[in-house]
């Protein structure tokens, strides 16, 4: 239901809820990020990375609905910070595989003991499955209509 002088937003609509539920969940894990010289893309970047095998900069982009240019971005700070490198792909030279390094490897366990103190503090352990279930649905749905 609709107030008769609605905004743009309106805390009785779910995707509004969620909206703010992403953008807090965004702010908590980039300053925890922040003592790694890290963001939540960069993260999200570099654990893809971790999970791919011969893995490239459009296919991290397809993956993560990201953009080119905020994946080419991310992977420059990645280098830079020496958690990443690219290789060059013995199929293709016109590609570049990218690869995690030791250093990178060292934050995979501290990125997810982050997002476990997120979770535990949202209470998710609480969650019903059929909660989770019926959310992962339509996270899905909502990442098909954007496609």
């Known amino acids: 239901m609709y ?13 509004d809820n969620l909206f703010i539920f ?3 969940h965004k702010t908590y ?25 011969n893995i490239n900069q459009k296919e991290l982009s397809d993956d993560l609905y990201l953009t080119k240019g905020a994946i080419t971005k991310a992977i420059k700070k990645l280098e830079e910070n ?7 792909s013995c199929w293709d030279r016109r590609n570049n595989i990218l690869k ?14 982050i997002n476990r ?11 019903s499955e059929e909660f989770v279930e ?6 899905a749905k909502s990442a098909q209509l954007n496609k």
């Open 3 to 15: 107030s008769r002088n609605p905004g743009f937003y309106d805390c009785n609509r779910l995707g």
């Open 22 to 24: 992403h953008k807090n």
């Open 29 to 53: 894990l980039n300053n925890a990020l922040m003592e790694y010289n890290l963001n939540l893309i960069q993260a999200l970047c570099l654990l893809r990375i971790y999970n791919g095998d």
């Open 82 to 88: 020496e958690y990443i490198c690219r290789e060059q």
């Open 100 to 113: 995690i390094t030791s250093k990178g490897l060292d934050l995979i366990p501290i990125l997810d003991a």
């Open 117 to 127: 103190e997120w979770e535990s503090k949202m209470g998710f352990d609480e969650l």
């Open 134 to 139: 019926t959310f992962r649905k339509l996270s």
